[in-house]
């Protein structure tokens, strides 16, 4: 199945901001650029597994289970991933989000 564009430039971005933070962190090693190919694998099967879902869902050809399989397995790729990430000290930086006035704090 060929990737569209759009997914295709979304997959390109994700791969750089991955080697970028590696530069930026100053990390070359080759075994880091082994488990962010390993990310990309996950990412890629990941992408997959949600068009197929899609598919199926809009054919009517989805049964509880396979939709339950395949539910159980993003998030286990999910997990995956974030394994990866914490592995190459690589998270999310911490975002100031400002509401506007109506904004109640919890």
């Not at 791969?15 to 930026?24: F, I, M, P």
């Amino acid at each position: 199945m060929a990737r569209k564009k759009s997914e295709a430039a979304q997959r390109r971005k994700t791969l750089e901001s991955l080697k970028n933070a590696l530069v930026s962190n100053k990390l070359s090693e080759k075994f880091l650029q082994d488990k962010v190919d390993e990310y990309m694998s996950f990412y890629d099967d990941l992408s997959w597994i949600n068009e197929t879902l899609i598919a199926l869902k809009s054919s009517g050809n989805c049964s509880l289970k396979v939709y339950t399989d395949a539910t159980a397995e993003k998030r286990r790729i999910s997990s995956e991933m974030r394994n990866i990430l914490r592995f190459l000290g690589l998270k999310p930086q911490d975002v100031n989000l400002t509401g506007g006035e109506d904004d109640e704090e919890l």
